[in-house]
């Protein structure tokens, strides 16, 4: 049995349940992909990023704990993949985050990558950055930004304490509806007119959607489908979907190798 733990670095477990389905009902067979948080004393309960990153701390603690407690892999839960290169040094087991092994995903599959992305360009310059580090900033065609409807801020930190469910719902669908609307005429574009023969979906709230953006798009939602080879025309790359590939296979390779 491999088993994989998916730390997401929030201080909600908003979305650890949800996430743990749908990965599992994505692993190979044989694959267990348990999902954790990182609860904080003192930190308001949100299912975002924040934005100075004290959590790395904490990040790095539950890492390490993986570890001794016998996990095969860590997955960093979030796409902006934080604290992704010094945990691989704290650590002998394997390390990744959504960016950086769906970025390994795009380049064996074709040649540029676009990476649709919630944020502004602050954001965006983080990821160019990262995709520097990696060795990959020449596979990416674009880095594109996108438009998300969550409802005002002080309407989400009511949801968040006095109907989670609900607010769960609610960003789910968002990102669902715009991936059929705009996020696809977006992502058309970049094919297009950036030479995308990639698309990337740069957030971890996407986790299990690929495939509705690859319908719309005439690709498939998982490039390890079986009918991959008879349908290929745009990939769409998951990120949580992608991360759990490229880590499985990290795995296996590391067990093959004692």
């Known amino acids: 049995m491999t088993s994989i733990l998916l730390i997401n670095p929030v ?24 999902v954790t948080c990182l609860p904080q004393a003192g930190e308001p309960a949100s299912p975002f990023l924040p934005a100075v990153p004290f959590y790395h701390g904490a990040l790095f603690r539950r890492i390490k704990k993986a570890e001794e407690e016998g996990y095969d892999g860590v997955i960093v839960g979030c796409s902006a993949d934080p604290g992704l290169l010094e945990a691989k040094r704290m650590v002998s087991i394997p390390v990744t985050g959504p960016l950086e092994a769906n970025l390994h995903l795009a ?52 949801l968040m304490e006095e109907e989670p469910q609900r607010l769960l719902e609610v960003i789910l669908e968002d990102h669902k509806e715009q991936l059929e609307g705009p996020i696809a005429e ?3 574009r970049a094919v297009e007119e950036d030479g995308a023969q990639a698309i990337f979906l740069g957030c971890t709230f996407w986790t299990g ?44 390779t590391r067990t093959a190798s004692r």
């Open 11 to 34: 201080n909600s477990d908003l979305f650890v349940e949800h996430r743990k389905q749908v990965l599992n009902q994505a692993a190979s067979p044989g694959t267990q992909v348990d």
């Open 209 to 252: 959607m690929a495939g509705i953006l690859a319908r719309a798009l005439g690709g498939v939602g998982d490039p390890l489908d079986d009918r991959f080879s008879e349908r290929l025309q745009v990939p769409v790359l998951d990120p949580g979907i992608g991360a759990l590939r490229v880590m499985e296979a990290l795995v296996a």
């Open 107 to 158: 380049a064996m599959l074709r040649a540029r990558v676009t990476i649709l992305l919630p944020a502004g360009v602050e954001a965006r310059t983080r990821y160019w950055d990262l995709a520097r580090a990696y060795g990959l900033e020449h596979k990416i065609a674009s880095i594109i930004s996108v438009d998300l409807h969550y409802p005002p801020q002080e309407e989400c930190l009511r």
């Open 186 to 188: 977006q992502a058309r």
